[in-house]
């Protein structure tokens, strides 16, 4: 399960609010930034991000773009105020930085820039190796998409937050990734 | 292909601890950028684990161990100070190694700076009063109180140093009861105790009696 971190719902003091007047409570209530010490949000979210990103960018440059993750994170985090959905705005901080690094790789990429660490740990070391070298080919935002779907198990429309798109483009990268991920590991 | 498959790349390869060391490495990082506002650590003293805060400015927090006070005091840091609050052995190390000579009888007085934003109102006055109280003599609430101007507020000071965020150093524990009784401590009366045995007070009447 995820841990979910929120701060107060946005919401417009009552006198903006738009159509019916309704019971307003007697007291307004001032909304301040709430969000919890970083450490904490870090915590929460650590495992969270560094496993979208282990697939997302590959183990070679996962270290590198979570602490990028994080520290962009940190920059903004002061500004952070209500409405907003932590675990879900650093999983979108994440997933543009995944997106930036293939972009800024691809500029001056070698196709053997990312070789898989052969890792003794896995139970089929051989298969993963393959399915590393199917993910890396794989077009950025497929790449992406794809984590948050099989990795993460975000539903299509979370997917589309995270990624800024609408849902279909987010069920479409998400499908057309698989896809070429099932016909290159067959 | 599973989709299986993918959550095993995910996790393959030491993830958990591999995780945790790349959230090891922010606290430097940050501070490289400008953005470690907090920086928070532990240590060990003979009155138990100790957490402290340290900012810009100084130290802003002193918590003990198995405190419920030191989330209430990190959430009043967030809100008060800044939430870019991250856990830095190398920027705590100053103050740290401060305590540990005061602990081991080497230091009497704290001379690096304190940050006092978690301290507001009357506060203020009381603990500016309790700071002046040296090492190894003590002082009444009934004595704070008439210092501030407020001879009959002893109970307004008791709460004052009940919500003191820099025990020890604002030596709190050195304010007992008009009759020599200890009466009470945020940490609890056995580090009050063991406070002022470290620092070889002489009590009026016996010590932690009635």
Known sequence: ?????????????????????????????????????????????????????MVAVGPNDVDDCFQDTFLSALRAYPRVTGGEHLDRWILRIASRKAIDHHRAGARHALPTADPPERAATSEDPTRDDDLWDAVRVLPPRQRVAVVHRHVLDRPYAEIADLMGTSEETARANVHQGTKKLREMMR | MKTNDLKRLARRGGFEERSRAAAAGLPDLA????????????????????????????????????????DLVLGRIAQLISPRILPSPRATDAWRRELDEYFAAERTRFELPVDRRLIHGIASDV??????????????????????????????????????????????HRVIGASGALTGYAGGLDRKVRLLELEGSVLPGSLGGA
């Open chain 1, 1 to 53: 399960m995820e841990p979910t971190l929120r701060a107060f719902p946005a919401q417009a003091p009552p006198c903006l609010r738009r159509g019916r007047p309704r019971a307003a409570p007697a007291i307004a209530v001032v909304v301040t930034s709430t969000v919890p010490p970083f450490q904490d949000f870090l915590e929460a979210n650590r495992a969270t991000v560094y496993r979208f990103l």
């Open chain 2, 31 to 70: 501070a490289a950028d400008g953005l470690l506002d907090v920086a928070v650590g532990t240590m060990s003293s003979p009155v138990g684990e100790l957490f402290v805060a340290v900012t810009g400015r100084g130290l802003a927090a002193i918590a003990f161990e198995g405190d419920r006070y030191r």
């Open chain 2, 127 to 172: 603990l500016k009063q309790t700071s002046k109280i040296p090492f190894g003599e003590v002082s009444t609430y009934g004595a704070i109180a008439k210092k501030i101007g407020h001879p009959s507020a002893a109970r307004a000071v008791g709460r004052a140093l009940g919500a003191n965020p820099i025990p020890i150093v604002i030596p709190c």
